[in-house]
């Protein structure tokens, strides 16, 4: 996706000894503004890798009660950029991600300094060669607080294609479900501190 990243923040099944917290506090202050790179994202459907070098990502985080409870926004998402586009066999992916997305927080492991929960709203229409289709659903995975590291990894009916143009014809379905997988590193905007997220 190649899209959708989507998104970004915190995520995954969560471990033995998580917390499951009602309280969430972000630092270093609240709200915080941040902005993320990747360098390892994929969107796969059906046996076909769509890969980028390079995704971007920007958005808000602030404290907030409840679980799952909406942590922060992401908007906007890029994936690939002049010079460095996303690949596939079939040739180079263009997508448009529709933000925001919202990052929610379910589950904290103080030991690590973890998160989990998921990104809802993603949206994305993705384009390669003769086809077109769009990528919506939910996304989970983890953030985690020493290395500003939100990594998604959706699980395999969370994302669902839809809309696809006749180009797709063979290749991708409506309702299919592609998974996607991605690194993104997180700093406050501006600075290289990392934002924490913190559950109790």
Same mark, same amino acid.
């Given at each position: 996706?190649?899209?959708?990243?989507?998104?970004?923040?915190?995520?995954?099944?969560?471990?033995?000894?998580?917390?499951?917290?009602?309280?969430?506090?972000?630092?270093?202050?609240?709200?915080?503004?941040f902005?993320?790179?990747?360098?390892?994202?994929v969107?796969s459907?059906?046996?076909i890798?769509?890969?980028?070098?390079?995704?971007?990502?920007?958005?808000?985080?602030?404290? %907030? !009660?409840?679980?799952?409870?909406a942590? #922060? =926004?992401?908007?906007?998402?890029?994936f690939?950029? /002049? &010079?460095?586009?996303?690949?596939?066999?079939?040739?180079?992916?263009?997508?448009?991600?529709?933000?925001?997305?919202?990052?929610?927080?379910?589950?904290?492991?103080?030991?690590?300094?973890?998160?989990?929960?998921?990104?809802?709203?993603?949206?994305?229409?993705?384009?390669? %060669? !003769?086809?077109?289709?769009?990528?919506? #659903? =939910?996304?989970?995975?983890?953030?985690?607080?020493? /290395? &500003?590291?939100?990594?998604?990894?959706?699980?395999?009916t969370?994302?669902?294609?839809?809309?696809?143009?006749?180009?797709?014809?063979?290749?991708?379905?409506?309702?299919?479900?592609?998974?996607?997988?991605?690194?993104?590193?997180?700093?406050?905007?501006g600075?290289?501190?990392?934002?924490?997220?913190?559950?109790?």
């Amino acid at each position: 996706m190649s899209g959708a990243a989507a998104a970004a923040f915190v995520m995954a099944t969560a471990p033995a000894m998580a917390l499951v917290p009602t309280n969430w506090v972000v630092g270093p202050s609240s709200p915080e503004n941040f902005t993320a790179k990747s360098t390892n994202v994929v969107l796969s459907i059906n046996g076909i890798d769509m890969t980028c070098t390079y995704s971007d990502a920007a958005g808000s985080l602030h404290s %907030a !009660t409840g679980n799952p409870a909406a942590v #922060g =926004t992401i908007n906007p998402v890029h994936f690939g950029k /002049t &010079g460095e586009p996303c690949t596939s066999f079939l040739g180079t992916v263009n997508t448009v991600a529709n933000t925001p997305w919202t990052l929610n927080v379910t589950n904290y492991t103080a030991a690590t300094g973890v998160s989990q929960g998921y990104i809802s709203g993603v949206n994305a229409r993705v384009s390669v %060669a !003769t086809c077109a289709f769009t990528v919506t #659903g =939910t996304a989970h995975g983890t953030y985690t607080n020493s /290395t &500003g590291d939100l990594k998604v990894a959706a699980t395999p009916t969370e994302l669902t294609v839809s809309a696809p143009t006749a180009g797709c014809a063979g290749v991708v379905s409506a309702g299919d479900h592609p998974s996607f997988n991605g690194d993104y590193y997180a700093v406050v905007t501006g600075t290289t501190t990392k934002p924490t997220i913190v559950g109790s």
